[in-house]
């Protein structure tokens, strides 16, 4: 059942049950419609009450139906809301928590709503790329005004229903039983004979309109250069001002089809899906038992250790932070309640949360402080000896089913498990830095990580507000696997003929966060130099350019030195080109016979990005990643992958992977060709005339 029918005295009810939060799925359409006729039809009914079961009104389209039949079989939501306008006794909504997308729309179609304080409503669709596709654009303004509805449908954003009293989206704002309040203002609507409202009927009137619309269209245009569908959203919220309803609907309509179509939509939909798909691990079922993480521990408390912490102190979650000595204890401790102050200092915290997080992260010298944790995240020195020291303590000292946790970004999970006498407990928690901003949480499953740990863990990732995805053991795992690629091109580049300024411009320019070298500032250049040091002995017959071990041997390891690939400033992160950098680059090049050409913006991107891209490919054959959109949700969450190109295995498929083939057998017939060698599923899949997603 998707839609419960009730006749209660002279109401019928009509309840949405689709959970979890009453997508408007094809099934439950048809049974709004069905309940719509039998009420018309029942002269013992005198009006109707629309509402919904559980956690919402409704979230609106069923995310289970995209991209199959069901999604626009009929009756589509048009045509429901249709069948409500048509109705001739009054119909009530009655809204309660979550009203958004078309979940909103169905209830603008209703002649009355009545909403529970609190309710969240929204018309979201422009966070996919798209516009409300059943007249949320002509609805809304009517309702509420064409300014707050275009603000509210340009960006997404959810607003408590008591934000919109006073407006005609409401007739009332209730605390309490929704359900008993929609009954009695439907039977208010009959006694009183209160006239049916149509949204559609209303007429808009916005002085100097033209002038309006032109200058919304200047602002969104501005912030939304890389997106179509905020500018869509102002053209069909202008023709609800100036044009008739029905000439609005079509603007609309003719909006959502071209969106539908467009790379940047289907991108952002595949990020969605992509979010959802990484939580679901192949052989661990939806079922499976969780361990109580009730306390945590973090072992050091470094910038990683610090950072980690805070997430849990920001759920909720008791955190001690253990350290070897007092002076790093007391510096770590002052850095998070430095960054918690900031917050305060900018608005986003209360000082009651302030005191409430900062109390629940506790210090400790001692391992007898955390032998009762559930579960310990060691973030120390990356370097396996270390490693192996402090697992081998937790192994001793910690209780029987804690999960023992490494955030190492390359080290071996199944060697550290082996350092320990529980390797099932044992499992890579690789968080990025900023620990406490970004999203991605790799989820490092050795070959003898317990399903119970890993569902435990990707729990915990929903809970801290990480996208959790799960990679095999491999030197890196996903990301800094395939980011070695991209950085050993962008350091040929340089040798080749390129300045570091101009690769960073270039990526940045494709939509990147940051450019290789600013990142690398950012990261400390002394740690891709370990990683290569380890590389020379375990990988001799890798190369890499001379260019960024020079730059270490000249002490520029970045922002923390105040040097790097750029040059900085005290108390500024501005990164300024480097005259000695550019000489060095350039001189490197002499030494090693290299004749420097001009290099284009797009073979830059395409060096970087294809890198990437084929070393997905081997991660997927090998079976690290489960799937492609988790390397794209790795790319898009850690790695500043620009989001309206859906990441780097999604924007291979909208190239074209033959091209994208083409493409690096060209480059492997220039220097370092064997770097382009094609992974065969990428070669398989070009062949075969097929995608990674």
Not at 303 to 324: P, R, S
Not at 397 to 418: E, F, H, Q, W, Y
């Amino acid at each position: 059942m998707t839609a419960e029918y009730k006749v209660q005295g002279r109401i019928a009810v009509i309840t949405l049950q689709n959970p979890p939060v009453n997508g408007l799925g094809f099934k439950t359409r048809a049974a709004i419609v069905d309940g719509v006729t039998q009420a018309d039809n029942d002269p013992a009914v005198a009006a109707i009450v629309i509402t919904g079961s559980g956690k919402a009104f409704s979230g609106g389209a069923d995310i289970r139906e995209f991209n199959t039949p069901a999604a626009t079989a009929e009756p589509n939501l048009n045509s429901v809301i249709a069948a409500l306008e048509a109705s001739s006794k009054p119909i009530v909504a009655a809204i309660h928590a979550v009203a958004m997308g078309g979940g909103l729309e169905l209830a603008m179609g209703c002649h009355f709503r009545v909403v529970q304080k609190g309710a969240q409503i929204a018309l979201p669709e422009v966070k996919l790329g798209l516009l409300p596709g059943a007249g949320g654009t002509q609805r809304l303004p009517r309702l509420i005004g064409a300014e707050m509805a275009l603000n509210m449908i340009v960006s997404g954003t959810t607003v408590p229903a008591e934000k919109l009293a006073g407006t005609a989206l409401f007739d009332e704002i209730v605390e309490g039983d929704v359900l008993a309040a929609g009954i009695a203002f439907a039977e208010k609507a009959v006694d009183s004979k209160l006239p049916l409202k149509k949204a559609r009927d209303i007429k808009l009137d916005v002085p100097t309109a033209e002038g309006f619309f032109q200058f919304a269209r200047n602002t969104v245009g501005a912030v939304a250069k890389n997106y179509p569908a905020p500018l869509k959203c102002v053209d069909a919220v202008e023709a609800s001002v100036l044009k008739k309803f029905d000439e609005g609907m079509a603007i609309e309509r003719e909006a959502f089809v071209y969106l539908v179509q467009t790379t940047e939509s289907k991108a952002l939909r595949h990020a969605f899906f992509g979010e959802r798909a990484a939580s679901k691990i192949a052989d661990v079922p939806e079922g499976t038992a969780t361990r109580p993480i009730n306390r945590v521990a973090v072992i050091g408390a470094g910038t990683m250790g610090g950072g980690i912490a805070m997430n849990f102190a920001n759920a909720g979650i008791a955190v001690t932070v253990l350290e070897m000595k007092q002076e790093a204890l007391d510096k770590g401790l002052a850095t998070v309640r430095k960054n918690y102050e900031n917050s305060a200092k900018k608005g986003k915290l209360t000082e009651a949360k302030l005191a409430e997080r900062i109390g629940l992260i506790t210090g400790s010298l001692s391992y007898d402080d955390i032998k009762d944790a559930d579960l310990v995240i060691e973030a120390v020195f990356e370097e396996i000896g270390v490693k192996e020291q402090v697992f081998k303590k937790l192994d001793e000292v910690m209780k029987p089913g804690a999960i023992l946790a490494s955030n190492t970004s390359t080290l071996d999970v199944d060697r550290i498990a082996s350092f320990t006498k529980r390797p099932e407990d044992v499992v890579g928690m690789h968080f990025f830095s900023p620990a406490n901003v970004m999203k991605l949480l790799e989820i490092v499953r050795g070959k003898k990580t317990a399903k119970d740990v890993l569902a435990t863990v990707m729990q915990i990732s929903r809970k801290i507000k990480k996208t959790g995805v799960v990679s095999g053991v491999c030197d890196g795992f996903i990301g800094n696997r395939m980011i070695e690629q991209y950085s050993r091109q962008a350091g040929f580049l340089l040798e080749e003929g390129a300045l570091p300024q101009q690769v960073d411009k270039a990526i940045e320019k494709f939509g990147f966060a940051m450019g290789p070298f600013r990142m690398g500032d950012l990261a400390g250049n002394d740690i891709g130099w370990a990683i290569r040091k380890r590389r020379y002995v375990d990988k001799p017959g890798i190369v890499y350019s001379k260019t960024a071990d020079r730059l270490c041997e000249m002490g520029r390891f970045g922002q923390k030195t105040g040097a790097g690939w750029y040059d900085y400033k005290a108390g500024d992160r501005t990164p300024y080109p480097s005259q000695l950098v550019d000489d060095m680059v350039i001189a490197t090049s002499q030494e090693l016979g290299v004749e420097r050409r001009k290099i284009s913006d797009a073979e830059i991107v395409e060096r970087l990005v294809f890198a990437l891209v084929n070393e997905g490919a081997y991660i997927l054959e090998e079976g690290i990643a489960q799937r492609a959109s988790d390397i794209d949700m790795v790319y898009l969450t850690g790695y500043g992958f620009p989001i309206y190109r859906g990441g780097p295995m999604f924007y291979a498929d909208t190239v074209g992977l033959a091209n994208v083939l083409r493409t690096m057998q060209k480059y492997a017939r220039g220097r370092h060709g064997d770097a382009w060698k094609p992974a065969p599923l990428l070669a398989r899949l070009a062949a075969e005339g097929k995608t990674f997603n």
